[in-house]
Structure formats: structure tokens, C-alpha cells
């Protein structure tokens, strides 16, 4: 009976097929538009997770200052000197390595080229903690990092903005009045931390840096890398409780300085990309309910104008139950029309704009199988009045109607 | 099928469509009713048929009294003892022959291969064996009626339903089919009660009733065979 309810559905649908694909515009639109966006949103949180790992995710940050001043912003809390990496890394436990560090954005300027670049003070324990691999060239020398030696190792996307297809290695860049010479460039990481390249980056010594950028003694980053993942919450506070002592901060008294877990800013990221997917979602929700009273609205209209043949079914024996049968599963299988051709429609779009944006594109069999079993449920809730109505006709009205 | 007693009398400013009538239909009959519009007849008619349930007065059908059965209990003796004929035919107009007439069987539950055959079995019946997958507006007139005669008897009724069956169609088809109907009767001893204000046509049946302001008026009883 159920198969004869879909064959008979299916032959209502095609007898006016223009008229149910419009009636299933909203829903298609609908399904649609939240896979859409549910895929896109999903795909952003996996390329901003696998960034944020790609940062190394066993990676602890240490910077003077509160949330809520910017490091080396705020005159308030004392930077950093390399002794206190040098202590932390002497005197505590389970780490893998540490690199202080400090950071501007320069102008730098090579041939015709003049662009902002992000330039960071290291020293040679920067690469492994932070894991990066000399492509070409070489490391800073112990020499170069203890005189303050003009020497820089540039990232793969910075090699390509200055130098194009040009071997990087013996050029030279300027960075504000100091010029200095490429001894190494970087492996691709590729992927963006937050819209800029990670690849797009200025290596110098940090002494060199502290010289000739800052004036300064200053260390605004120490990267921390724990021995393991279960080591870092104990390597965390073991880090905050050396740094309070160094700095002399009472006990009672707040830190001036955060000691940050990668962990935590990528399950932050990930909560604040849940949260505007489900807010996209949400919002093409709207839709599917908007095409769901388009289809209650064809439906009451169909039934008034088969209300004859409601009557002729009722009058050879058609139970009430049964042309409700009929109805609702025409309903429905409108509205899985519909929600079949969203899923298709809004997977290809996705395709697109993931293309487009640079985003992975990633298909969340749950997403698609739950819009389409929504798209269902929308049939069967805003199918049932208009059927209910049907099975309920007098039939000697409906076989008097013309 | 006996005793049937009907008096239906509607509320103090309603229409009396009926107003306290007496018929006993027996097993086997073949019941021509008659009247002026307005007379009662298709009213009988429906209230015989389960479409509608009399304001007063007691229905029994095959000795049981049905005039209190609910909506779904009228739909299950609708589907079980009843076959309908209309003037209109009512076919559906998107489904073949056959499927109209399958309809029946489909509702009741019968399997998809004994429904086809019942029903291919009862388009023979009534002459239109070859047509079974024409569609409604493939056919002519007659031939239409034929299809709905086929769809009200492949379930085998106790009772056969016709209102005004020959009123759309030409004297020669109306005969045709009014032929059909006494064979159905006569071989099949399906009992018939057809409403129609054709004096012609009311001549195939074996008894006459008159109605006039929901009364019977008067009877008359004719032979299937000779003119009364």
C-alpha cells in the first residue's frame, strides 16, 4: 500500500511538474543553502585546526603583558631577556626546546620591491622548536648569531615576492637601513595562520634584530616546545611558576605575563567557527521553513482541485487513512524531491566557492543526510494539514464538486 | 439483503428530503427508482450506499442495522458489499482502464498480480477486454460507463449502486448498457437499485418505485422480459 501511495504520489508530481518544481524551490533552496554553508564552515575549521597544528600543536607561547594588552604594547610589564629562555630551559622539566624570540613588521625593500614583511629575531633552536627545515643554504653559524651578523633566512612565499624564479641565495634585502644578505630559505609550510602566509617571513639573528630594528634587549615571544602532548599542561605551569619567581610577583598578585597553549587557541578558533556555522545554518534553516509552507500551500490547493477524485476514491472504499496516506506521502516525496536536488545543489556550490576561497572541501555525510531528513520532515509536517483535510471530505460534496 | 426501512427527517427548517420512507429491497432485485428532482430518490440513494446516514429511521442491511455505523465502519461496508455507478462515470481521468478499476481491490489490499486479474476479468465482463490500458479520455461515453460498471462489480457486491447511469449518454449506448445491467443481475444475481427519471429505462427492471416529496408514490412491477 506504502508503494502504491509513492507510485500514485510520484504520477500526481509529474502530471504537473513545472508546478512542483517551483513548489520545491524553497526547499531545494533551503537544503541547499545550509549544506552549503555547513560545508564551507566545516572546511574553514579543518584548514584553520591543521594551520594552528601545523604551528606544532605540543607548542606553548610565553609573552609579558595581559589578554588585554598587546606584547611590547603596553610599557606596563617588562619584556623578556634571553636569560629567562636560557632558565627555562635549564630548569624545566619534559621540554623539547625553546626559542626566544621577537617580531616587527618592517619595510624591506629589494630591487623595485617594497613590502611589509614580518621579521623575527631568532636564534638556531628556532627551527627545530618551531619545525622548520632549511630548504637551500644553511642555519645561522654560531658566529653570525654571537656578532650580530647581517645575515637573513627568508621564507619560500617571501623568496617568490622578491626574487620570482630567482635563486634567493647571496641576494640581498633591506630592511630599514641595514642590508642584509640571504643565507638560507625555508621549506614551504604553506596554509595561512588567520590570512597571512606563514611562509611569507624574515629570519635574522636575534641579536642582529635587537641591534639594528628594535635598539632593544627585548624577547616579546619564547616558543616552548613540550617533550610530549601530556607534558604540557605540567610544563605550562612549571614555565608561569619559574617566570613569577624571575619576575618577582608576589603571591596573590596577578601575572604579567601569558604563558598560552596552542591547544587552546585552536579549540578556540574551533568554537568560534562552530558557532558562526551554526549561525549560518540557522539562518538558511529559515528558508527550509519557508519552503515548507509553500509546499502546505500547493498541497491545500491540490486538494481542492482533485477534491472529485478524493471523492470517487472515498466512494469506492477508500478509508480516510488511506487518501491521507495518499497525500502525505505526496507531501513528502515533493519535499525529498526537493531536499535531493538542495543536497546536489548545494555540494556543487560548496565545490565552487571551496575552489574559489582556497578552503578544503570537505562532505559531512551527517550534514547531508540530516538536511535531507529534515527536508523529509518538513513534508510530513506541512503535508499533514492539507491531507487531514482530504481524508475528511464528505464525499457526496467531493463527488458534487466540478 | 431485507427489511429495509429508512425514514429520514431533517431538522425543523431543513428540506425533507426524505420523509418517512418505508422500502425492503430484496436479495436478487432489480430496483428502479423514479421521482422528480427533488423527489428523495438520490437521497435514498445515498443513505443506501453509506455516503450518508439518515436523521432518523432504522437502515438494516442483511438484517443488521447500519444506521448508526461511523464514518470508517460505512467506508469498510462501502468497500465490502458495495459497488457504485455513477452518471458522471467518475473515472479517474489520469489511470488506465485497468487501474480504475483495480482501485477497489487496491484499497481492500488485495495483492498486485490476483487485483489484476480480478480486474482484467471484469473489464471482460462488461465487453472491454481489449481496452484495459486505454485511459478514460481514450474512450467513448459508453465505454466509460462500461469501465465504471466493471470497477463497481470486480469487488462482487452484494448490492450495486447506479445513479442516472445512462443520463450522459445517447439512447442506443444507454440501452447497451441498461442490457448489461439485467445481465449482471440475471447471471450474476447481483442485486441492482438504480435511480433515474427515464420511464425507458426504468422499464428493464423488475419493480418500480415511485418517489414524490420523500415518499414512495407508487409501485409497479415488470417483468425483465416484457413490457409493462
Known amino acids: ?402 | 439483503m431485507r427489511a429495509i426501512t429508512k425514514v429520514y427527517g431533517a431538522g425543523e427548517a431543513e428540506l425533507h428530503a426524505l420523509d418517512g420512507l418505508d422500502l425492503a429491497i430484496g436479495r436478487g432485485e432489480f430496483v428502479a427508482m423514479m421521482g422528480p428532482s427533488g423527489s428523495g430518490k438520490s437521497t435514498a440513494m445515498n443513505i443506501m450506499g453509506y455516503l450518508d446516514t439518515p436523521t432518523e429511521g432504522a437502515y438494516l442491511f442483511d438484517g443488521v442495522p447500519v444506521e448508526h455505523a461511523s464514518r470508517e465502519q460505512r467506508t469498510l461496508l462501502r468497500r465490502n458489499f458495495l459497488g457504485f455507478v455513477f452518471q458522471g462515470y467518475n473515472l479517474l481521468p489520469g489511470s488506465s482502464a485497468l487501474e480504475n478499476v483495480e482501485l477497489p481491490l487496491a484499497y481492500r489490499g488485495t495483492g498486485r498480480g490476483e487485483r489484476r486479474r480480478l480486474a482484467l476479468r471484469a473489464l471482460d465482463r462488461v465487453g472491454l477486454g481489449g481496452r484495459a490500458h486505454h485511459l478514460p479520455s481514450e474512450l467513448s461515453g459508453g465505454q466509460q460507463q462500461r469501465v465504471a460498471i466493471a470497477r463497481a462489480i470486480v469487488t462482487r457486491p452484494a448490492l450495486l449502486l447506479a445513479d442516472e447511469p445512462t443520463g450522459n449518454l445517447d439512447s442506443a449506448r444507454a440501452r447497451e448498457i441498461m442490457a448489461l445491467l439485467v445481465e449482471l443481475n440475471r447471471d450474476d444475481g447481483i442485486t441492482i437499485v438504480m435511480v433515474t427519471h427515464e420511464p425507458d429505462m426504468a422499464e428493464y427492471c423488475r419493480r418500480q418505485v415511485h418517489l414524490a416529496d420523500g415518499r414512495i408514490d407508487g409501485m409497479a412491477i415488470a417483468g425483465a422480459g416484457h413490457a409493462a
Open chain 1, 1 to 402: 500500500m506504502l508503494l502504491e501511495s509513492f507510485r500514485l504520489a510520484l504520477q500526481a508530481i509529474s502530471r504537473g511538474a513545472l508546478r512542483s518544481l517551483l513548489t520545491v524551490l524553497g526547499v531545494t533552496i533551503g537544503v541547499a543553502a545550509v549544506i552549503t554553508m555547513v560545508t564551507l564552515g566545516q572546511g574553514t575549521t579543518q584548514q584553520v585546526s591543521t594551520s594552528i597544528s601545523s604551528l606544532g600543536s605540543n607548542l606553548l607561547m610565553a609573552r609579558p603583558g595581559q589578554i588585554s594588552s598587546s606584547p611590547g604594547g603596553s610599557g606596563t610589564a617588562a619584556m623578556f631577556r634571553v636569560a629567562d629562555a636560557d632558565a627555562i630551559e635549564r630548569q624545566v622539566q619534559a621540554i623539547a626546546g625553546v626559542s626566544p624570540t621577537d617580531s616587527r613588521s618592517v619595510t624591506t625593500v629589494a630591487g623595485s620591491i617594497n613590502r611589509f614583511t614580518n621579521v623575527i629575531g631568532v636564534d638556531n633552536r628556532y627551527f627545530s622548536v618551531r619545525d622548520w627545515t632549511i630548504a637551500e643554504g644553511r642555519a645561522f653559524s654560531e658566529g653570525e648569531l654571537r656578532s650580530g651578523a647581517t645575515s637573513c633566512i627568508i621564507g619560500a612565499e617571501t623568496a617568490r615576492q622578491f626574487f620570482g624564479s630567482l635563486d634567493a641565495l647571496g641576494q640581498t634585502l633591506r630592511l630599514k637601513k641595514m642590508a642584509c644578505r640571504v643565507v638560507g630559505t625555508l621549506e614551504e609550510k604553506g596554509g595561512s595562520t588567520f590570512g597571512a602566509s606563514q611562509d611569507d617571513v624574515i629570519l635574522l639573528p636575534l641579536r642582529t634584530f635587537q641591534r639594528r630594528i628594535t635598539g632593544s634587549e627585548s624577547v616579546t615571544l619564547i616558543f616552548v616546545a613540550a617533550a610530549s602532548e601530556n607534558a604540557i599542561t605540567q610544563v605550562q605551569s612549571d614555565i608561569t611558576s619559574l617566570l613569577r619567581e624571575r619576575r618577582h610577583i608576589g603571591a596573590g598578585e596577578d601575572n604579567d605575563f601569558m604563558v598560552t597553549d596552542m591547544r587552546q587557541i585552536a579549540s578556540m578558533a574551533g568554537s568560534i567557527m562552530g558557532i558562526l556555522t551554526g549561525l549560518l545554518a540557522a539562518v538558511a534553516g529559515v528558508s527550509l521553513l519557508v519552503g515548507g509552507i509553500g509546499i502546505m500551500n500547493i498541497m491545500l490547493v491540490s486538494v481542492t482541485e482533485r477534491t472529485r477524485e478524493i471523492g470517487i476514491r472515498l466512494a469506492i472504499g477508500a478509508r480516510g487513512s488511506q487518501v491521507l496516506a495518499q497525500f502525505l506521502v505526496e507531501a513528502v516525496v515533493l519535499s525529498m524531491v526537493g531536499g535531493i536536488l538542495g543536497v546536489v545543489i548545494g555540494l556543487a556550490l560548496a565545490a565552487g566557492i571551496a575552489a574559489l576561497l582556497g578552503v578544503p572541501f570537505v562532505i559531512d555525510p551527517l550534514v547531508v543526510l540530516m538536511a535531507f531528513g529534515f527536508s523529509a520532515l518538513v513534508g510530513v509536517a506541512f503535508g499533514y494539514f492539507p491531507a487531514r483535510h482530504a481524508a475528511r471530505l464528505d464525499p457526496i460534496e467531493a463527488l458534487r464538486h466540478e
